[in-house]
């Protein structure tokens, strides 16, 4: 059973990396030195050097990633103006008021400070401390297997070809583990090669996923006015990024006050967001629930309509039941989202089926 900080890494997310990045650096390195080995020549030292490196980054950056942490919001945190508590969100969770930039993570149960998203293969957010060791992890892992990749490709290719082996002929065992270290290398390179292409592109325009989704919003928001919201964080992006990467790592600023360009101040992003959740409530509708709905991601009493067309987020789903009274603020198709759920003196924020 893990304790203390292996809690953090007892977890699988960050099981399964770690295996990932185990099996493909023994296997890239099993591969090299028979394929290729490092004393044969200056290149081949080189390519294992370089694989060596990545590998050693990825896993210091993921690690760091995970035992920095995003930085938590102080529990009952307040302004230092009284008077600036007008223009903050309340978490009734964390019992104080959100920072600017800050976000209450449900599966860390904190307010998280510049909070980007939480994700998985790290079991905590990515936010203000960690995010250019996140970020690091991401390259670092794609440049790896990249390399990791050709070494892999060759070594097969080499095993297949009819010309006399220069090292002993593979188990079949070792065979296999090789093939599915390039199909692992593959996802990789694809899969966390997008996301670190949306993490830079964060960094670059100094603007969360998150902060993304409000901007998005109030563009909607304001369609009919000449007032248009203005993103209040990014200065340019060599500023920008000099933000979040410094020599240790060590980002820029305490998480709570930020640089802002001309025209705006520290509570801009804030201000647009109470805009938002006004307009929000303006448009909630109140429904009776008429037929019950089994709380399922893939109901099947609802028809092939809501069957395959399952919700793409990770909020929980919640059971209704008939004459339950429900304020949906957002709606779909095939679902709603609910604001409050008034059931027996509950409330809840989550979603649920539209079939009502």
Not at 192 to 210: D, K, P, S
Not at 292 to 308: E, L, M, N, R
Not at 330 to 342: E, Q, S
């Amino acid at each position: 059973m893990c304790v203390g900080p292996l809690k953090k890494i007892c977890h699988w997310g960050p099981l399964s990396a770690l295996a990932m990045i185990k099996i493909i650096t023994l296997m890239t390195i099993h591969c090299s030195r028979q394929w290729w080995p490092p004393q044969d020549s200056v290149p081949a030292a080189a390519s294992f050097l370089l694989f060596f490196i990545l590998s050693g980054l990825t896993l210091f950056h993921f690690i760091s990633a995970i035992f920095e942490g995003p930085g938590y919001l102080t529990l009952k945190w307040i302004p230092e103006k009284a008077t600036d508590i007008q223009y903050l969100q309340y978490c009734i969770v964390c019992q104080g008021y959100k920072a600017p930039r800050s976000h209450h993570c449900r599966k860390c149960n904190r307010c998280v400070m510049k909070m980007d998203h939480h994700c998985p293969w790290i079991n905590t957010c990515v936010g203000h401390y960690n995010h250019g060791h996140f970020t690091a992890f991401l390259a670092s892992a794609v440049g790896g297997c990249c390399v990791s990749f050709v070494i892999l490709i060759s070594w097969v290719a080499t095993v297949l070809s009819l010309k006399p082996l220069p090292f002993p002929p593979p188990a079949v065992y070792t065979l296999i583990l090789v093939v599915f270290s390039i199909g692992l290398s593959i996802g990789v390179v694809l899969a966390v090669g997008m996301l670190l292409y949306f993490q830079i592109l964060a960094i670059v325009r100094n603007r969360t996923e998150i902060e993304d989704w409000i901007l998005e919003k109030s563009r909607y928001r304001r369609n009919d006015t000449d007032a248009k919201y203005i993103h209040p964080y990014s200065k340019g992006w060599r500023f920008n990024v000099s933000q979040v990467f410094t020599w240790d790592f060590t980002p820029v600023g305490d998480g709570i006050t930020w640089p802002i360009i001309d025209g705006c101040d520290q509570y801009t992003l804030t201000r647009e967001q109470l805009a938002q959740k006004l307009n929000k409530r303006k448009r909630a509708r109140i429904y009776r629930i008429v037929k019950a709905a089994s709380g399922s991601k893939f109901p099947i009493g609802h028809g092939c309509g809501v069957f395959f067309h399952p919700l793409c987020t990770d909020e929980p789903r919640i059971k209704l039941d008939v004459d339950d009274i429900v304020i949906v603020t957002r709606w779909k198709k095939y679902a709603f989202y609910i604001g409050y759920l008034d059931k027996k003196n509950r409330k809840k924020e989550k979603m649920g089926n539209r079939n009502v």
